[in-house]
């Protein structure tokens, strides 16, 4: 019997996977070079210059990701949480409300 169709195939090829790195390389190296051209509008001593917002992109996908590490330790339940615990089981004679 065949595997059933993937609905990303295109996204499991390593070849598909290069090319998308190669994308976002060159997209990223775009915008570093275009950031000297581009002017802008500081709001405050906090904006030094060239690759600001790229570290200050950085830092804060960091921190979201940490962020959301700890929310998943912290809310993570255990494996057992939707166990059986017995009040699942529905007697076939309860089900019309006739009891024994």
């Not at 993570?76 to 309860?94: A, L």
């Amino acid at each position: 019997m065949s595997d059933p169709k993937k609905e990303f195939d295109w996204f499991d090829r390593p070849g598909s996977r290069k090319i998308l790195w190669w994308i976002l390389w060159i997209i990223c190296g775009l915008t570093v070079v275009a950031e000297p051209l581009v002017h802008r509008h500081p709001h405050g001593d906090l904006d030094w210059g060239f690759s600001f917002y790229a570290i200050l992109g950085f830092f804060g996908c960091t921190l979201m990701i940490l962020a959301a590490k700890g929310l998943g330790l912290w809310l993570k339940r255990g494996e057992d949480y939707y166990g059986d615990n017995g009040e699942d089981k529905i007697i076939p004679e309860d089900i019309d409300g006739n009891l024994r």
